[in-house]
Structure formats: C-alpha cells, structure tokens
Nanobody
Framework: EVQLVESGGGLVQPGGSLRLSCTVS????????MSWVRQAPGKGLEWVSS????????YYGESMKGRFTISRDNAKYTLYLQMNSLKSEDTAVYYC??????????????WGKGALVTVSS
C-alpha cells in the first residue's frame, strides 16, 4: 500500500521558517519524481515545487523561488520542503505528492493527507 505522511506543519510568525517532511512507503522512492502542492483556505490547489527521482533537478512556483527549497533523501524515503521568509499568504495545507514516473512530466498519482502551515503573528 502506498503511503505518504507529511509532518512538520504548525504555526509560525511572518518571516519565520519551517521544514516539512514527507515519509513514504509502499513503493521504490527513488524511482519517482515528487512534488509539494498546497491549498490555501477557500482557494484551489497550487503547485509549490517538484524534484526529479534523484533530486538533480528542482522546480518552484514563482512566489516560492528563493524562499523554499525542496530536497529528498532517497535512503530515508523522505521528501522535504524547507520554507523560509514565510508570509501570511503561505498559509495552507501542504500535500506531498508522488508522480508516476521519474520526472514531473509524469502525472501525479498519490497524495498524502496534508500538513497545515499557518503563518500569523
């Protein structure tokens, strides 16, 4: 059974940092690209970032560039999202997502249950 479990969410002040983790099981982690997608309260899904199967290439949404860093530890079957200089508009549920191939050109097939990040003073 494929499982993706996010952790590390919480309340942080504007300008602060958080690191999300996503621990996966049920598939060979280093065979697949991974992404983070978020959903702000009352809004639709927004793609945040993606990485290829080996972490060699990373991609970011425009508003995340320079502030967020995606990474993966294939030995630990874990995906990360380091978020710095957080803003109130970053408040959202963040989902860890698996692609069905080695790059983000392949669609997304499994999602975690999400981790809530709240940026507020």
């Amino acid at each position: 059974e494929v499982q993706l479990v996010e952790s590390g969410g919480g309340l942080v002040q504007p300008g602060g940092s958080l690191r999300l983790s996503c621990t996966v099981s049920g598939f060979t982690f280093d065979d697949y690209a991974m992404s983070w997608v978020r959903q702000a309260p009352g809004k639709g899904l927004e793609w945040v970032s993606s990485t290829t199967w080996n972490g060699a290439a990373t991609y970011y949404g425009e508003s995340m560039k320079g502030r967020f860093t995606i990474s993966r530890d294939n030995a630990k079957y874990t995906l990360y999202l380091q978020m710095n200089s957080l803003k109130s508009e970053d408040t959202a549920v963040y989902y860890c997502v698996k692609h069905f191939g080695k790059t983000r050109a392949h669609g997304m097939d499994y999602w975690g249950k999400g981790a809530l990040v709240t940026v507020s003073s």
